[in-house]
T-cell receptor, first 114, second 119 residues
Framework: AQTVTQSQPEMSVQEAETVTLSCTYD???????LFWYKQPPSRQMILVIR??????QNATENRFSVNFQKAAKSFSLKISDSQLGDAAMYFC???????????FGSGTQLTVLP | ETGVTQTPRHLVMGMTNKKSLKCEQH?????MYWYKQSAKKPLELMFV???????ENNSVPSRFSPECPNSSHLFLHLHTLQPEDSALYLC??????????????????FGPGTRLTVT
């Protein structure tokens, strides 16, 4: 079974600075997808960014980018120019190419300091 | 309405009550999911439906009973719950269950959740 580990329960960043959230996963599969979801206080789970394992290029969405290291099974999220609205719980998630369900990490609570 | 909606947003029920949670997706998706989010625990997948057929049941107690009458609606029927069932219940949908073609990540879109409290 796949597992997803987020080793940082809490992180904080100064507004306008950059922060990196860590995620590692364990799998024996070669084809899969990785996601970062954001859950603000409203509890709505929002997709931030996704990465296909077969793509070597790291995904980027505006201020959000990932560092995908397939051999190391690492998938970190970098948030540049942090904004107050980025404060939320961030979840890393794994999806096998053969199975539809997501496996989530335990989350990292990000605080943005003004 | 767009996206994934859930009703009610908050529910308080006694252990002997029967209630239902409703999820509706307006995205034309074929797969729907129920997740449970408890405090300080990762999200737990409860049920998966694809084209109205249940394809996954992750050892969920029988006091939770899902129903998927069509591809747009998903229900979670609750009866004789326990206090430890208090949690946020999230519904999600995706275009399809499996990524048959490369490049199809079939990401899941979530509803706002139902905060359930069992007294």
């Amino acid at each position: 079974a796949q597992t997803v580990t987020q080793s940082q329960p809490e992180m904080s960043v100064q507004e306008a600075e950059t922060v990196t959230l860590s995620c590692t996963y364990d799998t024996s599969e070669s084809d899969y997808y990785l996601f970062w979801y954001k859950q603000p206080p409203s509890r709505q789970m929002i997709l931030v960014i996704r990465q296909e394992a077969y793509k070597q290029q790291n995904a980027t969405e505006n201020r959000f980018s990932v560092n995908f290291q397939k051999a190391a099974k690492s998938f970190s999220l970098k948030i540049s120019d942090s904004q107050l609205g980025d404060a939320a719980m961030y979840f890393c998630a794994y999806r096998s190419a053969d199975m539809g369900q997501l496996t989530f990490g335990s989350g990292t609570q990000l605080t943005v300091l003004p | 309405e767009t996206g994934v909606t859930q009703t009610p947003r908050h529910l308080v029920m006694g252990m002997t009550n029967k209630k239902s949670l409703k999820c509706e997706q307006h995205l034309g998706h074929n797969a729907m999911y129920w997740y449970k989010q408890s405090a300080k625990k990762p999200l737990e997948l409860m049920f998966v439906y694809s084209l109205e057929e249940r394809v996954e049941n992750n050892s969920v107690p029988s006091r939770f009973s899902p129903e998927c009458p069509n591809s747009s609606h998903l229900f979670l029927h609750l009866h004789t719950l326990q206090p430890e069932d208090s949690a946020l219940y999230l519904c999600a949908s995706s275009q399809d269950l499996l990524g048959y073609s490369s490049g199809s990540s079939y990401e899941q879109y979530f509803g706002p959740g139902t905060r359930l409290t069992v007294t």
